[in-house]
C-alpha cells in the first residue's frame, strides 16, 4: 500500500533523541523546546511563538488569550477538522459556522461580511449576535490544505468590527500570503506538529504571532499560569507544555522545511498535470494570493460516486480516504448557528485524497497515477 500521508524522519532525529537521553532532557524543559520555537517563529516570520502540546491545546490557549469566554460566538468555517470547533468550545464558546470560497476552500470573506453586517450589532459596547445576544468574541480562517485565507479581506473586517483574528494554520507551514509569511497575518496563529503533517513532532503545535506580550501570555497559560520558581500561579492554566523528546525530532524536521514544502508543491503540480482533462475530476484549488503549502494533494469526482472511486484505488494499494465530514454534521455542533453552507455540504464528500508523503518515490506517482485513471474508469 503506497501511504497517504507519512512522516519523513530520514535527518537528524535519532541524533536529537539521543541528546535529550543523554542529557536526561526529557520532559517539557530542555534546550530543543527553545530552538523549535525560535525556529518556527523564524520559518513563519513571527517575532514569538510558543510551543504547544498539541495544534488543539495551542487554538484553546490561543484563544483564551484573546478573551474569548463562556457563552462567546466564534465565526469559524465548518470546512474543517472537528479541532477547530473543539478548540472553541472548551473555551466555553459557541463557533458559529459560514461557508467557504470556491478558490481556495477557506472562509469566505463575503459570506463572513455578510454575516458580520446582516446578524450583528453594537450592544453596550459589545458586537453581538442580533437573534442571540451573544457577544462575537474572535473569528477563526482555516488554512485549509496548506491553502492560505483571503486574510486582506477578513483582517480589514475583523479590524472594521473590533475582533481578533486567530488563524488555524495547522498544516499551513511553508505557505505565504501575497509574499507575507503566516506569522504576519493574523493576531495569533496556530501549527500542528502532528504525525501526518509535514513537519512534525510526533505531536505537539505552535502558538506564532508579532505581539510578544500575547504570545508571552499563552506561554504562560501554557505553563500551568506559574509565576516564577515558587509554586504560585496567578490564574487557571493548562498543562500544555510540549516536551523536549518532541520538540528534538521537530526541529530536526524543520531543519529541512524547505526541502519538504518545495516536494509537497512538486506532488500537487504532479497531479494536477497528470490527471487534468480526466473525464469528471478537478484539481484541488491553488489561490493566485497564495503559494500553498500543498500539505495534501488529490482531486474532486464531478460526476461519479466518489467512494467507489476511493475503494477502486485501495483495492490497487494506493491509501484513498474520505474527507472532513463538516463540523456542523457532527453530533456536538448539531445546534450551533450557521451561515447558508452550500458549498461546505456539496463538497465535501467529493474529495479525493492521494499519497502525498514527501519520501514518496517518482515511481510511486506513476503507480498512483495509473491506479487514479483506473479505478475513475471503473467506478
Known sequence: MIPAAIPNISGREADYLMECVRTGFVS??????????????EATGALACAATSSGTTGLHAALTALGVVHGDLVLAPSFSFIASA?????????????????DSWCMCPQRLEAALRKECAMRGGKLVHARSGRRLAAIMPVHVLGNVADMQAIVSLAHEFGIPVVADAAAAIGATYRGRPLGELADLSIISFNGNKTITAG???AVVGNDRTLVNLVRHLTTTARLGPDYVHDRVGFNYR?????AAVGCAQLERLDEFVARKRQIRRFYDSRLAGKAGLRAFPWPEWTDSACWLSGFVVERGDPAAV????????????SFWRPIHQQAPYADAPRDELVLTEALWSRIVTLPASTGIA????ETVVAAVTAAVEEA
Do not use: Y
Open 86 to 102: 473543539n478548540a472553541i468550545a472548551h473555551c466555553g464558546a459557541t463557533p458559529w459556522f459560514v461557508d467557504i470560497a470556491p
Open 28 to 41: 517539557s524543559v530542555g534546550p530543543f523546546v527553545t530552538k523549535l520555537e525560535e525556529m518556527t517563529a
Open 242 to 246: 510540549m516536551t523536549n523528546l518532541q
Open 310 to 321: 476511493r475503494a477502486a484505488l485501495n483495492a490497487r494499494g494506493v491509501e484513498s480516504r
Open 362 to 365: 517518482d515511481a510511486e506517482l
Open 203 to 205: 505531536g505537539g503545535g
